[in-house]
């Protein structure tokens, strides 16, 4: 049974830093694409960024370009995204998914609903 457990969110000033982290267990994740998305009160899930854990091959939306970073540890089996300069719009709650490799994934990367599993979310909340 494949499980996601984020952790790291929190309350930080506006130019703070954060990094999550998400343990992956349940199954071999090498054939995996992994995934941040977060959820702002009131607004619809929004892919934040995303990574091949096989090659490496990344992707981040143009909101968090620059300041945002994802990557993985194979060892931990942990998918990490660190998050700089973060803004009052970062606040919301982003949650670590999961899914299977296809071809079709560099046109629907960005899609919330072409993914296979969730974990339960972690806040962030940026103050001004």
């Known amino acids: 049974q494949v499980q996601l457990v984020e952790s790291g969110g929190g309350l930080v000033q506006a130019g703070g830093s954060l990094r999550l982290s998400c343990a992956a267990s349940?199954?071999?994740?090498?054939?995996?694409?992994m995934g941040w998305f977060r959820q702002a009160p009131g607004k619809e899930r929004e892919f934040a960024a995303g990574i091949v854990w096989g090659n490496g091959e990344i992707y981040y939306a143009d909101s968090v370009k620059g300041r945002f970073t994802i990557s993985r540890d194979n060892a931990k089996n942990t998918v990490y995204l660190q998050m700089n300069d973060l803004k009052p719009d970062d606040t919301g709650v982003y949650y670590c998914t999961a899914r299977a490799w296809n071809p079709y994934y560099r046109r629907n990367y960005a899609d919330p609903g072409a993914y296979d599993y969730w974990g339960q979310g972690t806040q962030v909340t940026v103050s001004s």
């Open positions: 349940g199954r071999s994740f090498s054939s995996y694409a």
